[in-house]
């Protein structure tokens, strides 16, 4: 799109001055149109630009800042554990399964795209739980809170703080969004508690980074 273009039709339905279309026997909202289609499908657009007619054929893709607000299907969840201090991105999945009460934590997610919260956490890094161990039992007022730096760096996604733990200060100071005390981990303290955490816990994998498919059982033969 150019500056003075105007927008004649959308999938062959005529626009209206107030930015309407005509679906299915109602005046909607032009977006209704894409907002029934799929990633990888096309919208066919009119344009009038510099009064003569023009075609254009437009192949949806992914809009990052709202797939926050969508559902992620037979996919494993993004998670870092360290400490047994569980880590996770804010996103539909994670509301739905904690259902958190803590307004911040709402009106994140509420007004991520709105107030373009994207811009500054492009994921919203989360403390969803925490696995009870000598080396966090004061740590359980934190659950909920929002990471917002490690060590004086920014935290704005999952790989930035899996980079953050990977390192070896002498401690972790962990500042959570709002005016609360930091979080504080002794590294060599959380060493020592690894193995133990991830035996009680069955934790097999401290980290998934990236949005795996899951494995779908074999099918079993057909007995004849």
């Known amino acids: 799109m150019k500056s003075g273009d105007v927008l004649l039709t959308i999938d062959d339905h005529p626009i209206a001055s107030d930015a309407t279309v005509e679906l299915e026997g109602e005046r909607v909202e032009m977006p209704e149109v894409v907002e029934r289609k799929f990633k990888g499908n096309r919208v066919k657009l009119e344009i009038l630009r510099d009064k003569q007619p023009v075609s254009a054929n437009v192949e949806l ?34 509301i739905d ?46 659950r909920g809170g929002i990471v917002d730096q490690i060590n004086g760096k920014k935290i704005r996604t999952l790989e930035d703080l899996a980079k953050a733990f990977a390192e070896a200060p002498e401690r972790f100071v962990i500042n959570l969004i ?3 005390p930091p979080l504080v981990l002794d ?10 955490i991830k035996r009680r816990y069955n934790v097999v994998k401290e980290q998934n980074l990236e949005e795996q498919p899951l494995a779908r059982p074999a099918e079993e033969p057909k007995k004849i």
């Open 97 to 142: 399964a904690y259902q958190p009460s803590d307004l911040r934590l709402r009106h994140f997610f509420d007004f991520f795209v709105l107030d373009q919260i994207y811009l500054e956490h492009p994921e919203v890094i989360v403390l969803t739980s925490i696995l009870p161990d000598p080396i966090n039992t004061y740590l359980a007022p934190y």
């Open 187 to 196: 590294p060599k303290q959380v060493e020592a508690a690894r193995d133990r």
């Open 61 to 94: 893709d992914t809009v990052p800042p709202y797939l926050i607000q969508s559902h992620s299907y037979d996919v494993r969840p993004r998670y870092v554990v360290y400490g047994g201090l569980l880590f996770q991105p804010l996103n539909l999945e994670l």
């Open 178 to 180: 709002g005016d609360g």
